[in-house]
């Protein structure tokens, strides 16, 4: 996954420094889904002739799982090869991506966009020796996925917001991994 939140966070970087004047609304925002928290980054662009799939504006999200497993007490091995064990539950680490359009409505808008997502699951489990992670906690890597994903968002503005700089909020369904977030644009 470190490889997952190093394009994450290249991304970021590179498109926001593209976007910059053509974006009447940028954010970020946390979420929160299969018991993770998530951060992301919206963006809200006017017509470009590459990407505007059809009249209006385009949207684009950018997400990922920031807090998960300890990376040094994670295992590439069967489930099955320590049966004295106890599984505990599993973890999830995921990063996702869409592109999309935006509809302004009086006072926000609706966005549908489209794209993929990416997640890998971890089978935590407490080892009853104590050898194999922190206090016998330690992780099974049970493989990734690679999934179309939709990502719904309802924007609101007023008066009251642009006084304090913001220029809309926004809440946003991820279907997988099935994540809500929340955001600020500025």
Same mark, same amino acid.
Do not use: C
């Given at each position: 996954?470190?490889?997952?939140?190093?394009?994450?966070?290249?991304?970021?970087?590179? *498109?926001?420094?593209?976007?910059?004047?053509? *974006?009447?609304?940028?954010?970020?925002?946390?979420?929160?889904?299969?018991?993770? *928290?998530?951060?992301?980054?919206?963006?809200?662009?006017?017509?470009?002739?590459? *990407?505007?799939?059809?009249? +209006?504006?385009?949207?684009?999200?950018?997400?990922?799982?920031?807090? +998960?497993?300890?990376?040094?007490?994670?295992?590439?091995?069967? %489930?099955? %090869?320590?049966?004295?064990?106890?599984?505990?539950?599993?973890?999830?680490?995921?990063?996702? +991506?869409?592109?999309?359009?935006?509809?302004?409505?009086?006072?926000?808008?609706?966005?549908?966009?489209?794209?993929?997502?990416?997640?890998?699951?971890?089978?935590?489990?407490?080892?009853?020796?104590?050898?194999?992670?922190?206090?016998?906690?330690?992780?099974?890597?049970?493989?990734?996925?690679?999934?179309?994903?939709?990502?719904?968002?309802?924007?609101?503005?007023?008066?009251?917001?642009?006084?304090?700089?913001?220029?809309?909020?926004?809440?946003?369904?991820?279907?997988?991994?099935?994540?809500?977030?929340?955001?600020?644009?500025?």
């Amino acid at each position: 996954m470190k490889i997952q939140y190093t394009i994450f966070l290249i991304f970021i970087f590179s *498109v926001s420094e593209q976007l910059k004047s053509s *974006v009447p609304a940028w954010g970020f925002g946390l979420g929160y889904g299969d018991k993770n *928290v998530s951060f992301n980054i919206d963006f809200i662009t006017e017509k470009q002739p590459m *990407v505007n799939l059809l009249a +209006g504006y385009n949207v684009f999200h950018v997400g990922a799982h920031i807090f +998960g497993r300890n990376v040094d007490h994670t295992y590439d091995f069967s %489930r099955d %090869r320590f049966t004295e064990h106890k599984n505990l539950t599993h973890s999830y680490e995921s990063i996702w +991506g869409g592109v999309g359009k935006f509809l302004p409505i009086k006072d926000g808008g609706i966005s549908l966009a489209m794209g993929l997502s990416q997640q890998t699951k971890y089978l935590k489990r407490e080892d009853i020796y104590g050898i194999l992670g922190d206090n016998g906690i330690y992780f099974i890597d049970e493989g990734s996925e690679t999934k179309f994903t939709l990502i719904l968002g309802a924007y609101y503005s007023d008066s009251y917001l642009r006084l304090m700089g913001i220029n809309k909020i926004s809440l946003n369904y991820i279907t997988f991994p099935g994540v809500i977030s929340f955001s600020i644009l500025f």
